[in-house]
């Protein structure tokens, strides 16, 4: 009986502590002064292959917030199978008619060009717009989208060609540490990438090499940089092990 109990007390913290954390997500609230009176859910890190969100919990969190633009930054998928539960997350997010605007992240370059394609072909079908080192005129404001750095997929300085530096320029880069290398001022700039994270233990990316931001303890929320200011979401899913330690999964609203 002892063992039994031992046993399921074990179970339990498990699920406490590593499993909960990827179910019960967060929305988290910034604020940036971009003077454009918009509201913008941006969703970070979908990582189909492990989210434990359903896609009616997120269809119920746009249809409550009602914001103008969701932003998507990037790791759909790695794996050409899960194209098919990708599309399931896409007809729920676009569902309301909200304009939506992605960029691509590292996992999903590991589709290999012709995947690349493949995943370009559904997000378009169910109107999201992928941005590829390139800006896009808002009206009231720029929207740049940054291929991956890791990938070394990353053209800032193409992506930055078209921009009217008049308007308010907002960005859109899956790696964070874009941001060392964008030679342009911006107002905002939003990433993902690091899942705030994801086993939060102190120094862990000094460690794991997630390059300078993260080594430098800059892997969660909003910061300063040289050309704009720029946020780090923590994302809605997990890469393996499909677990999170200490820090919640999140969507993010932006006021800018």
């Not at 995947?115 to 740049?144: H, M, P, Y």
């Not at 993260?214 to 499909?242: D, L, R």
Request: include cysteine.
């Amino acid at each position: 009986m002892i063992v039994v109990i031992m046993v399921a007390a074990l179970a339990l913290l498990f699920y406490l502590f590593l499993i909960l954390p990827t179910q019960w997500f967060k929305v988290e609230r910034y604020h940036y002064s971009a003077g454009l009176g918009l509201k913008v859910l941006q969703i970070s890190d979908l990582h189909v292959e492990n989210i434990r969100i359903s896609p009616q919990r997120i269809q119920k969190l746009i249809a409550r917030e009602q914001p103008a633009y969701i932003f998507l930054t990037g790791d759909f998928t790695q794996q050409l199978r899960y194209l098919p539960k990708v599309q399931q997350y896409m007809k729920a997010i676009c569902a309301a008619g909200i304009p939506i605007y992605a960029v691509y992240g590292n996992h999903d370059h590991r589709l290999m060009a012709s995947g690349v394609r493949e995943l370009t072909k559904l997000l378009n079908r169910e109107g999201v717009i992928v941005l590829t080192n390139e800006s896009i005129d808002l009206g009231a404001f720029q929207l740049v989208g940054i291929d991956d750095w890791g990938s070394k997929k990353s053209k800032p300085g193409q992506a930055f060609l078209h921009v009217d530096p008049s308007k308010p320029i907002i960005v859109l880069a899956h790696d964070p540490n874009t941001v060392l290398h964008i030679k342009h001022s911006y107002d905002y700039l939003m990433s993902g990438h690091f899942h705030g994270m994801q086993f939060n233990v102190p120094f862990l990316f000094r460690f794991i090499n997630k390059g300078k931001l993260a080594a430098s303890g800059i892997y969660k929320g909003q910061h300063k940089w040289s050309n704009g200011t720029f946020y780090i979401s923590k994302g809605i899913s997990q890469t393996e092990p499909n677990a999170r330690f200490l820090i919640r999964s999140e969507v993010t609203v932006h006021q800018l």
